[in-house]
């Protein structure tokens, strides 16, 4: 039934612009984006990695990383992303927490990450799916930088059905105005559906990927890698 289907249009891969930096690290944005960072975090921990190296793709201005070094001092964390402003605002939250020794952020491409073969415990990825030309090989490229036993744990937004699109945005765009508004929209309509993630997953090879449902505004995967895994 395609017709219940909002068409998909990507969004940009990369925020440079001043007012949409400015619009996601805005005080009233961070209000509800915090909240919502926070159910990721609880999901990390819930992994029960405590000593290790955290990667997060996509890292945006660092808010998941720093979050996540607070609550767990033996691990050591890298955030990488391409935008330079968001690296900068991601620097300066990290050295205002005073936790720049043990979190740091560098330019990387999700398709080209730039670290050796398992390097990490823990590769992580939030609201940054939808920006990415080429889902399935990003998701190979966290999978070849995780270590053997290690874990891969990506969250996006879900994109609604036609009928329920409209009243989607509303509810859940009902803490943003202006720029952050029109931004939470177009990260709605270039997010995946549940059957494309599995799409996804089954075109990147990480075929025994647990696929889970975060409410009604988010959805993600959870990869184990196998202790022989080659690639």
């Known amino acids: 039934m395609k017709w219940l289907t909002v068409v998909r249009r990507p969004e940009s891969e990369v925020m440079e612009e001043e007012a949409g930096v400015e619009a996601y690290t805005s005080a009233t944005a961070q209000v509800y984006l915090d909240a919502i960072d926070d159910t990721l975090v609880e999901q990390v921990i819930s992994l029960g990695l405590e000593v290790g190296s955290v990667l997060d793709v996509g890292t945006g201005p660092g808010s998941i990383p720093l979050k996540i070094a607070r609550r767990r001092p033996g691990l050591n964390l890298i955030g990488v992303d391409r ?6 605002a991601a620097r300066a939250a990290a050295r205002a927490c005073g936790l720049g020794l043990r979190v740091s952020f560098c330019d990387g491409d999700a398709l080209r990450l730039p670290f050796p073969d398992s390097r990490f415990d823990l590769v992580l990825s939030n609201s940054v799916l939808h920006h990415l030309p080429d889902p399935a090989g990003a998701f190979r490229e966290m999978a070849r930088v995780a270590k053997p036993r290690g874990q891969v744990l990506v969250r ?3 994109r609604p059905s036609r009928l329920m699109f409209a009243a989607h945005l509303r509810w859940n765009g009902r803490h943003y105005s202006g720029r952050m508004k029109q931004l939470f929209e177009d990260s709605v309509r270039a997010s995946y559906t549940l059957s494309e993630l599995a799409e996804l ?4 090879g990480l075929t025994q990927a647990r696929v889970f449902s975060h409410k009604r505004t988010h959805l993600g995967l959870v990869w184990n890698k196998p202790p022989q895994e080659r690639n």
Do not use: K, T, V
Request: glycine residues 0%.
């Open 83 to 88: 935008s330079r402003p968001m690296l900068q």
């Open 201 to 204: 997953i089954r075109e990147s």
């Open 156 to 158: 996006d937004l879900r």
